[in-house]
């Protein structure tokens, strides 16, 4: 059990575990009074109980409980969760927003993952996962002549590549990142402007990984993802003088 998101059993370990006495209701119940909290002392009962039954306090007759190492380990556990998700917040966040600074944020720290998926993908890569990158390369041609969105098809390639490197960690940070601004309006347009480019890149990257050469394929991803930084900042102004005039119509 996390007691992270837990109304009340965090600040009354927290309470218990800051005291070097053991303490009864009343004394979390003035507790939390003192940082403006109002709650009865029956549903502080009910909540010692529970906590003693899952082994986070101990009773001492009637002086109270106090905290056990479980559920110091508890209080530890929480706060990391709660930090972990006040950084997930702020990830989401950055992923949602429609801001130049951000977008380039992003791309750095793909750019970061990415040159060690590819590195480590043309030392692990399976036959199967060649097959599956060449049949996304082909169908990505196919979409880019008929005019048609390869968002998707993007994101296929780099998250293959990234599941090939058969590290977990590198996998699930790419995940994090690998839908921001995919498949924005942004992102469409500029793979419209350099359609060709996107191409060419992900045939240089599959090439290296059939080669089974780390440098190669390292080298061609971050020239790849580099690129399109530069292609990013390059059209940014053009993008929102596209969208105002877009809006403006829409008016």
């Known amino acids: 059990m996390n007691i992270a998101k837990d109304k009340w059993k965090k600040p009354i370990l927290e309470i218990i575990n800051e005291s070097v006495e053991p303490v009864g209701s009343w004394y979390i119940v003035n507790a939390l009074n003192d940082r403006g909290v109002e709650v009865s002392s029956a549903t502080i009962g009910r909540e010692l109980n529970q906590l003693e039954v899952l082994g986070f ?24 969760t709660i930090e972990l998700d006040y950084y997930k917040q702020s990830l989401d966040d950055l992923i949602n927003s429609d801001q130049l600074e951000n977008f380039e944020m992003v791309l750095e720290a793909r750019l970061a993952i990415e040159r060690q998926t590819a590195r480590l993908a043309a030392q692990k890569i399976t036959e199967k996962e060649l097959e599956k990158l060449n049949d996304i390369v082909r169908k990505q041609e196919s979409h880019s002549r008929d005019h048609q969105s390869i968002a998707n098809d993007d994101i296929a390639f780099h998250s293959t590549i990234a599941e090939a490197s058969k ?22 347009q500029l793979r419209y402007r350099i359609g060709d480019n996107y191409s060419n890149f992900h045939e240089r ?18 020239e790849h993802i580099s690129k399109l930084m530069t292609d990013v900042n390059q059209y940014w102004h053009e993008y929102q003088r596209l969208r105002s005039k877009d809006n403006g119509r829409s008016l």
Do not use: W
Not at 65 to 79: C, K
Not at 167 to 177: C, V
């Open 57 to 80: 306090v101990e009773k001492h007759g009637f002086r109270g409980r106090s905290i056990t190492e479980l559920g110091r380990q508890e209080i530890e556990a929480a706060n990391t």
């Open 167 to 188: 590290n977990k960690a590198l996998f699930s940070l790419y995940m994090m990142l690998s839908t921001m601004g995919q498949q924005s309006q942004l992102f469409e």
């Open 205 to 222: 990257i599959l090439g290296s990984l059939q080669d089974r050469d780390p440098e190669a394929a390292e080298k061609s991803m971050v």
